[in-house]
């Protein structure tokens, strides 16, 4: 019999607020973070096979492992191991989300692979039994399952869902080089021993606005603390931001860790404009229109 493939689909993520705690006895920092779901998506489908291969094709491929330290295996080892089953299967990815760019795009591999293979071996599991595994595979793959809008606190794994109304419309400018996470980490502890940059406040007021469904709302209070860090890794990431204000933006912000820059913007068309102007402004290695929020990992019909 030719075994079956299962394709499953997971978002990238973007921070609208981001607050950085101090750092906890196990390294990791304290977060208090509002995650929405976008529609930028990597797709990952699992074929039953005799051994576990990993096959990658799309964007930045060249700096996304092949061998069982990518995310996407080591979530269906972890759940094979769990559960008892043979974690032997192709895996194929096809990369939509930037690499190393602050979106996720490692975690929504873990998430899919995740329920992909609880899918394909017939788990009879729930939400929280795939919680728990995800959130030892990473801090951002709970929320790469659950997707829509989200508050996350501990390390972002503890998800409490946000109400949002609407849709918010998002232009991204993918930068030419990665930022690594715990490198931008690393530079805002330097930085607060050296100054105290200031830090973002309660969410609350964000939470409002995202339930309101109204941009110029939700514009003013976006809020990331890791990105005086990615500023100071990547200096050349404030033209990007001056240049989607200029060209309409509502609001830049750098996404997560970086050095993706997401622009909100008042609608679709907006949001196509903002992405031509900084296309041909050069500040940019390309850009992206999404939306959101959208689903988590979803199983492809
Ligand atoms: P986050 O926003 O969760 O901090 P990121 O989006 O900035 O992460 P990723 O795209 O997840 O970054 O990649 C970070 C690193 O993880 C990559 O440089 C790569 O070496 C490694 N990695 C492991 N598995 C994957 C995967 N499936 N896709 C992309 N990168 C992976």
Redesign the pocket.
């Known amino acids: 019999m030719v075994p079956t493939p299962l394709t499953v689909r997971a978002p990238?993520?973007v921070n609208l607020h981001l607050g950085v705690g101090d750092v906890r006895p196990d390294g990791f920092h304290e977060l208090v973070t509002v995650f929405q779901a976008l529609s930028l998506h990597?797709d990952?489908t699992l074929t039953p096979a005799d051994e576990l291969s990993?096959h990658?094709t799309g964007d930045?491929v060249r700096?996304?492992?092949t061998d069982p330290?990518?995310?996407?295996?080591?979530a269906v080892v972890a759940l094979a191991e769990r559960y008892g089953r043979d974690p032997n299967m192709r895996i194929d990815?096809v990369?939509g989300?930037?690499?190393?760019?602050?979106?996720?795009?490692?975690?929504?591999?873990?998430a899919a692979?995740l329920l992909g293979a609880a899918t394909l071996w017939g788990l009879d599991i729930g939400r929280d039994e795939l919680d728990e595994v995800a959130a030892t595979l990473?801090?951002?793959v709970p929320f790469s399952l659950h997707g829509h809008t989200a508050l996350g606190t501990g390390r972002g794994e503890r998800l409490i869902p946000a109400l949002a109304r609407g849709e918010f419309h998002w232009t991204l400018a993918l930068a030419r080089e990665?930022?690594?996470?715990p490198a931008?980490y690393r530079e805002l502890d330097r930085l607060r021993e050296a100054g105290d940059p200031p830090r973002a406040g309660s969410p609350d007021e964000l939470l409002s606005a995202v339930a309101s469904g109204d941009p110029h709302r939700l514009a003013p209070l976006l809020a990331n603390d890791l990105q005086a860090a990615a500023l100071s890794l990547q200096p050349g990431l404030r033209r990007t931001l001056r240049a989607g204000m200029e060209a309409g933006a509502l609001a830049g912000i750098v996404?997560?860790?970086?050095p993706?820059c997401a622009f909100l913007c008042a609608g679709a068309d907006d949001a196509v404009d903002v992405g031509t102007e900084l296309a041909g402004a050069g500040v940019c290695r390309t850009v992206r229109v999404a939306s959101g929020p959208v689903p988590g990992a979803t199983v492809v019909p």
């Open positions: 990238a993520k990597d990952v990993l990658v930045g700096d996304v492992p330290t990518n995310l996407a295996a080591r990815i990369k989300i930037p690499v190393a760019g602050g979106m996720a795009g490692g975690s929504a591999d873990a692979a990473g801090s951002d990665g930022l690594s996470t931008v996404s997560g860790s970086g993706t």
